[in-house]
């Protein structure tokens, strides 16, 4: 999973949320080992992964 938070400054200490996104990916290219080459999870895997963490997320926040 990839997690990309872009913010925006101004007068520190303070700073201004701009955008989340998250990105589901395998951390390897081939399922025998790990090649430290991941890829980006498209359609129903994708998916799958994203409400995989969704459920965690709401689960943390009970």
């Given at each position: 999973?990839?997690?990309?938070?872009?913010?925006?400054?101004?007068?520190?200490?303070?700073?201004?949320?701009?955008?989340?996104?998250?990105?589901?990916?395998s951390i390897s290219?081939?399922?025998?080992?790990?090649?430290?080459?991941?890829?980006?999870?498209?359609?129903?895997?994708?998916?799958?992964i994203l409400n995989?963490?969704?459920?965690?997320?709401?689960?943390?926040n009970k």
């Amino acid at each position: 999973m990839l997690f990309i938070n872009r913010i925006r400054t101004a007068k520190q200490p303070f700073f201004y949320l701009f955008k989340s996104s998250l990105i589901p990916c395998s951390i390897s290219s081939t399922k025998s080992r790990n090649d430290y080459k991941p890829i980006i999870l498209q359609g129903s895997e994708g998916e799958r992964i994203l409400n995989k963490i969704k459920g965690i997320s709401e689960d943390l926040n009970k």
